[in-house]
């Protein structure tokens, strides 16, 4: 660095208009990529925060059993006396149960964290100084962010499918519509659940990250996110407010019901689809905005 380059200047900023920051390295993209998966899971906050959500459907499946073991009266919501008949239901409850409050916390810890979490810890400067580019760094950030969504459903269905297994009778399933499908078109149905709701975090995760742009403080962009995430929802409940409700991310939430039909009902799947792309698109832009004319300092 010369003397007369200013301290926050972009380590490409010396590179002429016919050498693209983001040039084709696609090998050094996926190994940055696989280095950034890694790192994220292989931290004990990402390792605890799967653990919390692998309780969920334990926690519920052990509450259910214990109150039903002596007879129980049965009270309390119908999906509940569900788990009692079929313990493959407890993976249906627990996404049910999760995607309000649980699924948004943690996947608005790592979104935030994407960006200011390497600007808090002095690391972010030494990444822009490889040859990797902000753009490719900020897709690489929120691919990882994606993943995490992912793996975050997953460890609820997989854990929910293995105690309701292991303390509940299991069979045939009976659908919303009233058919009786197999395990083998339940456990279908299942990962197709589980990739809806990953879908319906994408907005989030997206918004999270341009938090995460603004910001070298961790916490402030994971809790900006977890609160527009409650905002969202709380507004959507309001029926003086449901001008706003199809333009809301969590407005299709729990349409993942709609995979419990015979035949599918794919409506609420591509609308939540649409609406997705669309927080992805406009707060990805954002982010990008924001990440490539911003002066890294740390």
């Excluded at 997989?158 to 009976?174: E, K, M, S």
């Excluded at 990962?191 to 975090?201: I, P, R």
């Excluded at 969202?232 to 029926?239: C, G, S």
């Excluded at 333009?247 to 419990?260: E, K, P, R, S, Y």
Aim: proline share 5%.
């Amino acid at each position: 660095m010369s003397p007369a380059e200013p301290v926050g200047a972009h380590p490409d900023a010396d590179r002429t208009a016919d050498e693209p920051v983001d040039g084709p390295r696609g090998g050094l993209g996926l190994a940055l990529l696989g280095s950034e998966l890694a790192v994220l899971f292989r931290r004990v906050r990402t390792i605890a925060l799967l653990g919390a959500l692998a309780l969920i459907p334990v926690l519920l499946a052990v509450a259910v059993r214990v109150t039903t073991a002596d007879g129980g009266s049965g009270r309390g919501p119908a999906f509940l006396g569900d788990i009692t008949q079929n313990g493959l239901f407890v993976s249906l409850t627990a996404l049910t149960v999760a995607i309000p409050l649980f699924l948004p916390l943690t996947v608005g810890v790592v979104a935030g964290d994407t960006i200011a979490g390497e600007a808090s810890l002095g690391t972010l400067r030494y990444l822009l100084v490889t040859p990797v580019g902000r753009v490719r760094l900020l897709l690489v950030k929120y691919v990882a962010a994606a993943a995490f969504c992912l793996a975050a459903t997953l460890v609820v269905v997989v854990f929910g499918a293995i105690a309701g297994a292991a303390l509940f009778p299991i069979g045939p399933v009976t659908l919303l519509s009233g058919q009786t499908i197999g395990l083998g078109d339940y456990a279908l149905r299942l990962l197709l659940m589980a990739l809806y709701v990953t879908l319906s975090l994408l907005g989030l995760s997206a918004i999270g990250l341009f938090a995460s742009t603004l910001t070298s403080v961790p916490v402030g962009a994971m809790a900006a996110t977890i609160v527009l995430s409650t905002v969202a929802q709380i507004v959507d409940a309001l029926p003086q407010l449901d001008a706003f409700d199809p333009w809301l991310f969590t407005h299709h939430w729990l349409g993942f019901a709609d995979l419990m039909r015979d035949p599918i009902s794919w409506d609420s799947f591509a609308a939540n689809a649409l609406l997705q792309a669309g927080y992805v698109a406009v707060f990805g832009a954002l982010a990008l905005g924001r990440f490539t004319t911003k002066d890294v300092l740390s």
